[in-house]
């Protein structure tokens, strides 16, 4: 069983999924209970049948990218960090890592993708923090006892700097109406970029029941149709034979490389499609 990880847009009136908090309608006066949604079944079908639900943003797969995600603080330091500027930074507890996640607004609903960024720190994160020059501080705890947490330091408090040079990243993902488009911190090379065998896509997405986590299910493979770099070669335009409504795509970009002819420093990227571009 997994657990469903998620970063979640706080919308006023809005429902966010758990029915439990319907128990506090009988208290108020102005608001009027929504639909209950069915269990067992998927976010999107629920979706069309409760005005009210609004989906997770990002979903982070467990394990694949956290599994007790925490802290968490958007990029405002205007490039002095790097690349990233505008993108949240999260940290995970258990796996003692730090991600990142793009945000965009598609049919007026919240959705993005989710990144790796750093691994190895050395306790439980329960926080991070931007300092007024741009450095990411992140902090916690492990007491190793009853929750399991890969970094063993009883405490720690680390700072992460950009040291100035630019790594080879996807910076972001945007969804299209026949796929996805693809930016990069630095250009691509165009030959390994223009072959869809460069990119491998699966897809899934989850039980919404009331029961305590779920598998991925319902996966999809769906075939890269098409690569085209830009002139500049910072973004590739991927068109895929199908883009799934309701699903994490799970992206693996191990085939790209750069002008320079060296490999992504992360080549998995995982988007939640919560809607998909009329154009």
């Given at each position: 069983m997994e657990w469903l990880l998620s970063l979640k847009h706080l919308k006023p009136g809005s429902f966010l999924g758990h029915p439990a908090s319907y128990n506090w309608y009988a208290f108020t006066k102005d608001l009027k209970e929504p639909v209950k949604p069915n269990s067992n079944s998927r976010m999107t079908v629920e979706r069309s049948r409760v005005a009210e639900l609004v989906p997770p943003a990002v979903r982070f797969p467990y394990i694949k990218m956290g599994r007790s995600i925490s802290g968490f603080r958007l990029d405002q330091s205007g490039g002095k960090f790097g690349p990233f500027s505008g993108q949240f930074f999260l940290g995970d507890y258990t796996l003692s890592i730090v991600l990142r996640a793009s945000t965009e607004q598609v049919n007026g609903v919240w959705q993005g993708a989710c990144y790796p960024f750093r691994e190895g720190l050395a306790t439980g994160l329960m926080n991070v923090e931007f300092s007024p020059q741009g450095q990411l501080v992140v902090g916690?705890?492990?007491?190793?006892?009853?929750w399991p947490v890969r970094g063993t330091a009883p405490f720690a408090l680390q700072r992460i700097d950009w040291n100035g040079v630019m790594p080879f990243e996807v910076k972001e993902i945007n969804i299209r109406p026949d796929g996805f488009v693809l930016t990069f911190t630095s250009p691509v090379d165009p030959k390994t970029a223009a072959?869809?065998?460069?990119?491998?896509?699966?897809?899934?997405?989850?039980?919404?029941?009331?029961?305590?986590?779920?598998?991925?299910?319902?996966?999809?493979?769906?075939?890269?149709?098409?690569?085209?770099?830009?002139?500049?070669?910072?973004?590739?335009?991927?068109?895929?034979?199908?883009?799934?409504?309701?699903?994490?795509h799970d992206f693996d970009f191990a085939g790209v490389r750069s002008s320079t002819g060296k490999p992504l420093l992360h080549t998995k990227a995982y988007y939640t499609v919560n809607e998909i571009p009329l154009r």
């Amino acid at each position: 069983m997994e657990w469903l990880l998620s970063l979640k847009h706080l919308k006023p009136g809005s429902f966010l999924g758990h029915p439990a908090s319907y128990n506090w309608y009988a208290f108020t006066k102005d608001l009027k209970e929504p639909v209950k949604p069915n269990s067992n079944s998927r976010m999107t079908v629920e979706r069309s049948r409760v005005a009210e639900l609004v989906p997770p943003a990002v979903r982070f797969p467990y394990i694949k990218m956290g599994r007790s995600i925490s802290g968490f603080r958007l990029d405002q330091s205007g490039g002095k960090f790097g690349p990233f500027s505008g993108q949240f930074f999260l940290g995970d507890y258990t796996l003692s890592i730090v991600l990142r996640a793009s945000t965009e607004q598609v049919n007026g609903v919240w959705q993005g993708a989710c990144y790796p960024f750093r691994e190895g720190l050395a306790t439980g994160l329960m926080n991070v923090e931007f300092s007024p020059q741009g450095q990411l501080v992140v902090g916690g705890f492990t007491t190793n006892t009853q929750w399991p947490v890969r970094g063993t330091a009883p405490f720690a408090l680390q700072r992460i700097d950009w040291n100035g040079v630019m790594p080879f990243e996807v910076k972001e993902i945007n969804i299209r109406p026949d796929g996805f488009v693809l930016t990069f911190t630095s250009p691509v090379d165009p030959k390994t970029a223009a072959d869809p065998a460069s990119y491998a896509v699966t897809t899934y997405t989850h039980v919404y029941h009331a029961g305590y986590g779920s598998p991925e299910v319902d996966q999809t493979a769906p075939r890269v149709l098409k690569a085209v770099p830009s002139a500049d070669g910072l973004s590739v335009r991927l068109t895929l034979e199908k883009v799934e409504l309701g699903h994490i795509h799970d992206f693996d970009f191990a085939g790209v490389r750069s002008s320079t002819g060296k490999p992504l420093l992360h080549t998995k990227a995982y988007y939640t499609v919560n809607e998909i571009p009329l154009r």
